[in-house]
């Protein structure tokens, strides 16, 4: 498939499944007596919890219901055409066999499979395309994690970077993280788990134009169709994300140049070169995992927004939160089999 061949498939695939799943997933939104306001995901920023306690959690993951096979098959019954998986979020760790950071599912917790691998094997099995989230700059885990030269506490912890156990902010240089760790994770993703439909990358605001562009040109030099979303920050992108759950009513009618300092698309449409837009939404409130959380939205909604967004030639990206042994719950299961288009 050459990239004409990937856009046209993006533009006609309108409908995909997001899966959120981690160590996070293990507190389900909970700390020490202390709920998280929003995202369950951002719970270690939310509630400042220190890399030492947190790595605890791996030795507890061991998700014995875990099947890949299940996950797929449940998003090609519901009509989805394409599987995005956090391979790495916020709190740096790795949802695969990475040979770049021991702080991964493999080396780190007793479950010791290679969940990425798991997925990639399911999604060619069950004719689904495959793509990959990872936090590219975030990254709590390592001393020179991103977010730090951002002063305003807009996000779902204390801070977007790790205040906690790194509070000098003059010590940080994210040129480090993304040498040691961004660059190889990046390309280990690339190398190992097959074709990949997309990177789904996010929060950009440390990162330069220079680093933008420099990990834009290793997905295309080693996966040259593989679409890249527009939170890899500075303009290297091939499609737009919309704000987490946006269901905007038009797209632009024109080129809408990108202002000076303008690094991403976080919120808000930004022009698409090739005419790709995207938006990732939830089934209730949180992205992972929140067992209080019954703030569901009824199939009929699923079905209007998607409805909506497909009218304008944008996808929709459904997320799934699966708990902590694996399993996706049964309300969101019973959500996207009522919603199946």
Not at 75 to 94: I, L, P
Not at 151 to 159: I, K, P
Not at 198 to 226: G, Y
């Amino acid at each position: 498939m050459d990239k004409t061949d990937q856009i046209r498939w993006f533009k006609e695939a309108k409908y995909g499944m997001m899966a959120h799943w981690g160590l996070y997933s293990l507190l389900a939104g909970e700390y020490r007596g202390r709920r998280v306001k929003t995202y369950a995901e951002w719970i270690q920023s939310h509630a400042a919890i220190p890399n030492a306690e947190y790595e605890r959690l791996a030795g507890a993951f061991n998700p014995i219901y875990f099947d890949a096979d299940e996950w797929i098959r449940l998003a090609k019954d519901s009509g989805m055409q394409y599987f995005v998986f956090t391979s790495k979020h916020h709190d740096g760790f790795a949802m695969y066999h990475s040979k770049a950071d021991k702080f991964n599912v493999v080396d780190a917790t007793p479950f010791k499979r290679d969940v990425v691998g798991e997925l990639a094997e399911a999604c060619y099995k069950h004719g689904l395309k495959f793509g990959l989230y990872y936090s590219q700059e975030l990254d709590w885990h390592h001393p020179h994690g991103g977010g730090y030269d951002q002063l305003s506490t807009d996000c779902a912890g204390v801070s977007w970077d790790n205040s906690w156990d790194y509070p000098d902010r003059t010590q940080k240089d994210f040129s480090i993280c993304f040498e040691e760790k961004i660059k190889p994770q990046v390309e280990e993703l690339l190398r190992n788990y097959g074709e990949l439909c997309l990177m789904w990358f996010d929060v950009p605001h440390t990162i330069t134009k220079a680093q933008s562009l420099e990990l834009n040109q290793l997905v295309k030099r080693i996966q040259p169709n593989c679409l890249i979303n527009s939170r890899i920050g500075n303009g290297a992108y091939d499609y737009v994300s919309l704000g987490d759950n946006e269901y905007p009513k038009e797209l632009p009618k024109e080129r809408i140049e990108k202002p000076e300092g303008d690094l991403n698309s976080i919120s808000g449409f930004k022009y698409s070169p090739y005419g790709l837009y995207e938006t990732a939404g939830t089934l209730n409130s949180s992205w992972s995992f929140k067992y209080y959380d019954q703030r569901w939205i009824t199939p009929e909604k699923v079905i209007e927004r998607r409805e909506r967004l497909n009218s304008m030639g944008i996808n929709y990206l459904l997320n799934v939160g699966p708990d902590g042994l694996g399993r996706i719950p049964s309300f969101s299961q019973e959500i996207l089999r009522a919603a199946k288009p």
